[in-house]
């Protein structure tokens, strides 16, 4: 067992407490007719915990864990164990993983795969010994410089088929953990100029690609969700999984609309000049919400900073489009967020995910008591009762003509006048439960 978190004990719901602590996460309460637990459903990223060094653009990492450098197996597993007492000690009911983050590269697809099995081994025991499950499994087709123009969309076949392996490897491993989803992040899926760059021929392949994966989950019985990750840019110049919206016309040009979910992030919807609300709410509507990974950026970067959440009123809303939609299913909350490159110490982690669980609870919280008043959805039912009336319907019909409906208003000499729509007044009742 790991020594680097020796120190902290496993954190208890405790409001009045010192130290570290769940001054708002109680996993036990019951809120919307279940667990909180279960409907936050959170997960410890393995990346941005346990892999990230503190580097940046400007600079060498700044952590120092007794797991670096990440260049053998002995060392992996060294990792493995500093990640499931984490999970111990948050009491985090599930994890998520790349393949690059788990095992260290190997001299060939072979050595690589069996490294991964070697680590699902080791993670076997762990998950039935803490009862930390996985929410999702994924593989990384952008750090290594062979994906340099992308995984699926790479103009050199061999690419593609060492990532058809990689991903094939991983889902596998998935499947065998008992994982609730397979993410897809197409981080190199782009293009930084058209000026050497075929579009169709990318986004064909890309949709080839994916189709193949849906198939081999259905070949290998795999009953979790296969999620694409919406992100406009970063690190490609222009992604193809821009936002949801772009994601969904992609997805219906190759059929896979109905097999197909998505994993939001906040910090992409952001990015690409939405709010998170407005991506899982768009995705609700489309029918292809899956999961979320819960994050902020710094307003002042302009780019995805990837920090632990603290803004309880924008986690508000973003969990009231996920409890109108009927909650998560197999999706989760997912913090994919990582420490400042000053927060050094062994505590700094997990004081940033409890901090984070805090907020993600009172949100979750402060959105069941706004759908449970009708706080929000009574004013919208107000706003389009005109639509309940029998005339109105009828011009939404099948059978109706841009002509009836435009005679139908000249004859009625009705002159429309404009209704408030009164957004002051619901942002003012949005914060009374924040």
Same mark, same amino acid.
């Given at each position: 067992m790991s020594s680097y978190f020796s120190e902290i004990e496993p954190l208890k719901?405790?409001?009045d407490a010192e130290g570290l602590s769940f001054r708002h996460y109680d996993p036990e309460r019951q809120v919307a007719g279940k667990r909180l637990e279960d409907q936050l459903r959170f997960a410890v990223a393995y990346w941005h915990s346990l892999v990230w060094d503190g580097s940046d653009p400007f600079g060498g990492g700044t952590f120092q864990r007794p797991w670096f450098p990440h260049d053998t197996m002995e060392q992996a597993k060294a990792k493995a164990d500093a990640a499931f007492e984490m999970f111990r000690i948050l009491r985090a009911p599930f994890f998520a993983f790349h393949d690059h983050d788990v095992r260290p590269e190997g001299d060939s697809l072979q050595e690589n795969h069996r490294r991964l099995n070697e680590i699902a081994d080791v993670f076997e025991v762990k998950m039935a010994e803490t009862g930390t499950r996985l929410l999702w499994g994924t593989a990384n087709?952008?750090?290594?410089?062979r994906f340099m123009s992308g995984g699926a969309t790479n103009p050199d076949p061999d690419v593609f088929a060492w990532s058809a392996s990689s991903v094939r490897a991983c889902l596998e491993v998935? *499947?065998?953990?008992?994982?609730?989803?397979?993410v897809l992040w197409g981080g190199r899926e782009g293009y930084e100029t058209l000026l050497n760059t075929d579009l169709n021929r990318e986004l064909e392949q890309m949709g080839r690609? !994916?189709? /193949? &994966? &849906?198939?081999h989950k259905h070949k290998i019985g795999f009953e979790g969700q296969? !999620?694409?990750? %919406?992100? %406009?840019?970063?690190?490609?110049? *222009?992604?193809?999984?821009y936002d949801v919206a772009t994601v969904y016309g992609f997805l219906k040009r190759f059929g896979l609309e109905n097999e197909v979910r998505l994993n939001i992030e906040q910090g992409h919807a952001i990015l690409a000049g939405h709010s998170f609300e407005h991506e899982i709410a768009l995705a609700q509507t489309l029918g292809v919400f899956g999961s979320i990974d819960m994050n902020r950026n710094?307003?002042?970067?302009?780019?995805?900073?990837?920090?632990?959440p603290n803004n309880v009123p924008e986690v508000a809303l973003a969990y009231y489009e996920i409890l109108r939609g009927g909650g998560f299913g197999r999706g989760g909350t997912n913090f994919d967020s990582k420490l400042r490159r000053q927060s050094l110490a062994p505590e700094d982690l997990i004081a940033a995910h409890a901090g984070a669980?805090? &907020?993600?609870?009172?949100? !979750?919280?402060?959105?069941?008591? /706004?759908?449970?008043?009708?706080? !929000?959805?009574?004013p919208r039912r107000d706003r389009y009762a005109g639509w309940e009336t029998e005339t109105a319907r009828g011009m939404l019909a099948p059978d109706a003509s841009l002509a009836d409906i435009a005679d139908r208003a000249e004859a009625s000499g009705i002159d429309p006048q404009p209704r408030s729509g009164r957004q002051e007044i619901l942002e003012n009742i949005v914060n009374r439960y924040v």
């Open positions: 719901y405790d409001p087709l952008f750090t290594h410089r998935t *499947h065998r953990l008992g994982g609730e989803n397979y690609f !994916l189709s /193949m &994966v &849906v198939e296969i !999620l694409i990750e %919406p992100k %406009p840019q970063e690190p490609t110049k *222009h992604q193809y999984d710094d307003y002042q970067s302009g780019w995805d900073t990837d920090q632990f669980m805090d &907020v993600c609870a009172q949100g !979750l919280e402060a959105a069941a008591r /706004m759908i449970a008043d009708d706080a !929000l959805e009574g």
